[in-house]
Protein backbone atom coordinates (compact mmCIF):
# COMPACT_ATOMS: atom_id res chain seq x y z
CA UNK A 1 0.00 0.00 0.00
CA UNK A 2 1.43 3.11 -0.69
CA UNK A 3 2.24 5.85 2.14
CA UNK A 4 3.06 9.34 1.62
CA UNK A 5 4.38 11.23 5.04
CA UNK A 6 5.27 15.13 4.55
CA UNK A 7 7.76 16.77 6.63
CA UNK A 8 9.10 20.25 6.86
CA UNK A 9 6.57 22.13 7.27
CA UNK A 10 6.62 25.07 10.67
CA UNK A 11 6.47 28.64 10.81
CA UNK A 12 8.34 31.39 9.02
CA UNK A 13 8.01 35.23 8.79
CA UNK A 14 6.97 36.90 5.29
CA UNK A 15 9.42 36.37 2.35
CA UNK A 16 11.52 33.14 4.46
CA UNK A 17 11.97 30.13 3.24
CA UNK A 18 10.35 26.65 3.74
CA UNK A 19 11.70 23.08 2.14
CA UNK A 20 8.99 20.35 2.42
CA UNK A 21 9.57 16.31 1.98
CA UNK A 22 7.48 13.87 1.42
CA UNK A 23 8.36 10.41 1.86
CA UNK A 24 6.79 7.77 -0.81
CA UNK A 25 7.07 4.15 0.10
CA UNK A 26 4.55 0.88 -1.04
CA UNK A 27 4.89 1.76 -4.98
CA UNK A 28 7.15 -0.25 -7.17
CA UNK A 29 5.28 1.22 -11.09
CA UNK A 30 7.20 3.07 -13.01
CA UNK A 31 4.73 5.34 -14.21
CA UNK A 32 2.93 7.91 -11.56
CA UNK A 33 2.68 11.12 -10.73
CA UNK A 34 2.78 13.21 -7.95
CA UNK A 35 1.79 16.76 -6.69
CA UNK A 36 1.56 19.45 -3.56
CA UNK A 37 -1.59 20.47 -2.60
CA UNK A 38 -2.78 23.13 0.06
CA UNK A 39 -5.78 23.81 1.64
CA UNK A 40 -5.94 27.26 4.16
CA UNK A 41 -8.91 27.42 6.99
CA UNK A 42 -12.21 27.71 5.08
CA UNK A 43 -11.12 27.42 1.56
CA UNK A 44 -10.72 24.85 -0.71
CA UNK A 45 -7.80 22.71 -1.12
CA UNK A 46 -5.70 23.83 -4.31
CA UNK A 47 -2.67 22.31 -6.65
CA UNK A 48 0.74 23.68 -6.08
CA UNK A 49 3.00 22.06 -7.91
CA UNK A 50 3.16 18.49 -9.98
CA UNK A 51 5.47 16.10 -11.27
CA UNK A 52 5.81 12.72 -13.47
CA UNK A 53 7.85 10.00 -13.87
CA UNK A 54 9.13 11.67 -17.03
CA UNK A 55 10.26 14.33 -15.23
CA UNK A 56 7.74 17.27 -16.35
CA UNK A 57 6.45 19.60 -13.68
CA UNK A 58 3.59 21.92 -13.24
CA UNK A 59 3.77 24.93 -10.96
CA UNK A 60 0.45 27.11 -10.27
CA UNK A 61 0.81 30.51 -11.16
CA UNK A 62 0.55 32.00 -7.79
CA UNK A 63 4.12 30.48 -7.30
CA UNK A 64 5.63 30.09 -10.54
CA UNK A 65 9.52 31.76 -9.45
CA UNK A 66 9.18 31.25 -6.06
CA UNK A 67 8.47 27.53 -5.12
CA UNK A 68 10.15 24.51 -7.13
CA UNK A 69 9.09 20.84 -7.05
CA UNK A 70 11.80 18.67 -6.97
CA UNK A 71 12.69 15.00 -6.69
CA UNK A 72 15.50 12.93 -5.15
CA UNK A 73 17.25 10.78 -7.31
CA UNK A 74 16.34 7.21 -6.03
CA UNK A 75 12.82 8.92 -6.04
CA UNK A 76 11.54 8.07 -3.15
CA UNK A 77 11.40 11.63 -1.70
CA UNK A 78 9.26 14.48 -3.14
CA UNK A 79 10.19 18.31 -2.20
CA UNK A 80 8.92 21.67 -2.48
CA UNK A 81 11.17 24.54 -1.89
CA UNK A 82 9.15 27.24 -1.45
CA UNK A 83 10.71 30.45 -1.23
CA UNK A 84 9.42 34.03 -0.72
CA UNK A 85 6.49 33.17 1.44
CA UNK A 86 3.38 35.25 1.71
CA UNK A 87 1.23 35.14 4.82
CA UNK A 88 -1.76 34.34 2.23
CA UNK A 89 -0.06 31.21 1.93
CA UNK A 90 -0.54 29.75 5.18
CA UNK A 91 -2.23 26.29 4.75
CA UNK A 92 -1.89 22.87 5.12
CA UNK A 93 -0.08 21.09 2.93
CA UNK A 94 -0.36 17.66 1.46
CA UNK A 95 1.41 15.50 -0.77
CA UNK A 96 -0.19 13.12 -3.03
CA UNK A 97 0.14 10.76 -6.07
CA UNK A 98 -0.95 8.41 -7.93
CA UNK A 99 0.21 5.42 -10.06
CA UNK A 100 -0.66 6.89 -13.48
CA UNK A 101 1.58 8.84 -16.29
CA UNK A 102 0.15 12.43 -17.43
CA UNK A 103 1.47 15.49 -19.28
CA UNK A 104 1.63 17.53 -18.03
CA UNK A 105 1.43 16.35 -14.70
CA UNK A 106 -2.21 17.26 -13.14
CA UNK A 107 -2.98 19.75 -10.19
CA UNK A 108 -6.67 18.92 -9.70
CA UNK A 109 -7.73 16.46 -6.65
CA UNK A 110 -9.09 14.13 -8.85
CA UNK A 111 -6.39 12.46 -10.73
CA UNK A 112 -4.79 11.97 -6.99
CA UNK A 113 -5.71 8.25 -5.31
CA UNK A 114 -3.16 8.80 -2.07
CA UNK A 115 -2.67 11.46 0.03
CA UNK A 116 -0.47 12.35 2.84
CA UNK A 117 -1.39 13.64 6.49
CA UNK A 118 -0.44 17.24 5.22
CA UNK A 119 2.17 19.39 6.97
CA UNK A 120 1.31 22.84 8.76
CA UNK A 121 2.98 25.82 6.92
CA UNK A 122 2.31 29.55 8.83
CA UNK A 123 3.70 33.03 7.25
CA UNK A 124 3.90 35.20 9.35
CA UNK A 125 3.57 38.90 8.73
Known amino acids: QVQLVESGGGSVQAGGSLRLSCAASGYTGSRYIMGWFRQAPGKEREGVAS???????QHADSVKDRFTISQDGAKNTLYLQMNSLKPEETALYYC???????????????????WGQGTQVTVSS
Open 96 to 114: AAAPRRLVPPPLFQSAYSY
Open 51 to 57: LNSDGNT
